[in-house]
Each structure stands twice: as structure tokens, then as C-alpha cells.
């Protein structure tokens, strides 16, 4: 049963926390994503990868680190200095990037700093 | 900052219409354009893909896509309430390595 799966589905933290956002695909794709979606707005790219052991910036990438150890992972760690935290995280992949490759999207985080 | 717009409605039409959804895109240089459906508290489901003009038919689903005017567009054919969701244009970023996505539209079909 090939996909995109993340956890957990929610998540709860305090303020001045880091928290890590788990995202493993099983479809063999090489580009990895992180989206952020707050209410009633489009996707926002965090980060994404290209290939292991590479990633690179996306238009809100501070206060966000990742890391590329395995094909099948990406996982999102979401920092103290995130200012505004609170939103719905998407993980997406596809066969690798450029045109015309597809995205697909795990079911998300939905993640909560109070 | 390249951009993509849709209208965000909501769109509403009769169960069994044609809903037409609409988006433009701001960089001449997009070669890649993309339907996703989000249901409310769901992650995006992609149901259309295009990249050369003219019309692309999936089912109850067309895509049109005309570059010249920068504009890409979704029809969904007898329209079911199970289609309602929010619709999410994306564009291909001019790299070709991310997606631009814009805020969606919103459909509402009612029996």
C-alpha cells in the first residue's frame, strides 16, 4: 500500500518548544516538500529536496530546519524562533522535480502552540 | 513574486450544473499547471494535470489551459455535492522545482 504518511495527525506544544513533524513516503520518489497552510490561504513551500542529503530553501524557510538522511524520509522541525507556529503542515513527493512531475500529499499535521 | 489568483467564492451551482473554476498565473514561463480538490480538513487530492494548451478531459473533469492569456481553468460536468471542497490552482515554479499554489476556490453544490 504505496503513500505518503505523516504524524502525528495532531500536535500540542508550548510555546519556546521545538517540535519535529514526521513525513515517510514508500513510492520510491525522489523530491520531498514541506508546505505550510494557515486558514482560508494557499500552500506556502517551507522546504524542499531534491535528492538525499540535499534540500533547499522555500519562501518561509526561517524558523524551520530539516534533514534528508534517507530517500524514504523528511522529516520538519519546527523551532522556537518560528514566530507564528500554529497552522496545518503538508508533506508532499513526486518522482523528482522539474516539469512535468505531479506532487501527492500526506494527510498533514495539524500543529497547535499555545 | 510570482503569483497565481483565483477567485475565492464560494461558487455555488445545482447539483447536476457545470461548475467552471478559474485561475491566472503570473510567469510566462510555466510550463506545468495543476487541479488539486481539499476537502475541509483534508490534505489536497490532485484530480488534473496539464502542460500543452487546448482542453484535457478526465472523466467529468476538463482542464483548459491557454498560455497566451495565462490562463488555466476547471470544468466539472454534472456536478455532485460530493464535490464540494476547495479547489487549489498550482503553477510550476520557473526552476521547475517547487509548486506555486494559489488560495483556492471554493465550490458548493447543492441538491
Known amino acids: 500500500d504505496g503513500g505518503i504518511t505523516q504524524s502525528p495527525k495532531y500536535l500540542f506544544r508550548k510555546e519556546g518548544q521545538n517540535v519535529t513533524l514526521s513525513c515517510e513516503q514508500n513510492?520510491?520518489?525522489?523530491?520531498m516538500y514541506w508546505y505550510r497552510q494557515d486558514p482560508g490561504q494557499g500552500l506556502r513551500l517551507i522546504y524542499y529536496s531534491q535528492i538525499v542529503n540535499d534540500f533547499q530553501k522555500g519562501d518561509i524557510a526561517e524558523g524551520y530546519s530539516v534533514s534528508r538522511e534517507k530517500k524514504e524520509s523528511f522529516p520538519l522541525t519546527v523551532t522556537s524562533a518560528q514566530k507564528n507556529p500554529t497552522a496545518f503542515y503538508l508533506c508532499?513527493?513526486?518522482?523528482?522535480?522539474?516539469?512535468?512531475?505531479?506532487?501527492?500529499f500526506g494527510p498533514g499535521t495539524r500543529l497547535t502552540v499555545t | 513574486q510570482k503569483e497565481v489568483e483565483q477567485n475565492s467564492g464560494p461558487l455555488s451551482v445545482p447539483e447536476g450544473a457545470i461548475a467552471s473554476l478559474n485561475c491566472t498565473y503570473s510567469?510566462?514561463?510555466?510550463?506545468?499547471f495543476f487541479w488539486y480538490r481539499q476537502y475541509s480538513g483534508k490534505s489536497p487530492e490532485l484530480i488534473m494535470f496539464?502542460?500543452?494548451?487546448g482542453d484535457k478531459e478526465d472523466g467529468r473533469f476538463t482542464a483548459q489551459l491557454n498560455k497566451a492569456s495565462q490562463y488555466v481553468s476547471l470544468l466539472i460536468r454534472d456536478s455532485q455535492p460530493s464535490d464540494s471542497a476547495t479547489y487549489l490552482c498550482a503553477v510550476n515554479n520557473q526552476a521547475g522545482t517547487a509548486l506555486i499554489f494559489g488560495k483556492g476556490t471554493t465550490l458548493s453544490v447543492s441538491s
Open positions: 513510492l520510491n520518489h525522489d523530491a
Open positions: 508532499a513527493s513526486s518522482i523528482g522535480t522539474g516539469f512535468p512531475y505531479e506532487q501527492y
Open positions: 510567469d510566462r514561463g510555466s510550463q506545468s
Open positions: 496539464i502542460y500543452s494548451n
